[in-house]
Nanobody, 117 residues
């Protein structure tokens, strides 16, 4: 089992910034990916960004140029820096752990991000 502990989030005005953290613990493999998703109330979770074990990064088009994903393997932590936040970024954000083991897919508890004027 792998446990993911999320922190960060909160409420911010449009144009503001927040940083989310996702710390993995437990039966972690040396090489793993962390994927960030978000879920707007009633909708399906949508992919936001991900970072591979070797640092390859993918962003959804709607966050390119505004969000930055990074990892600190010494701390088993991945960060999602969110800048220039928009009202439409309001959602619950989840991190997800995956590695080479097909059954090893774990989710963080989710953290609320609210962007309001």
């Amino acid at each position: 089992q792998v446990q993911l502990a999320q922190s960060g989030g909160g409420e911010v005005q449009p144009g503001g910034s927040l940083r989310l953290s996702c710390t993995a613990s437990g039966n972690i493999y040396s090489y793993y990916s962390i994927n960030w998703y978000r879920q707007i109330s009633g909708d399906q979770r949508e992919h936001v960004a991900d970072i591979s074990p070797l640092g390859t990064i993918t962003y959804a088009d709607f966050v390119k140029g505004r969000f930055t994903i990074s990892r600190d393997d010494a701390k088993n932590t991945v960060y999602l820096q969110m800048d220039s936040l928009k009202l439409t970024d309001t959602a619950v954000y989840y991190c997800q752990y995956t590695d080479y083991r097909p059954s090893y897919v774990f989710w963080g508890q989710g953290t609320q991000v609210t962007v309001s004027a």
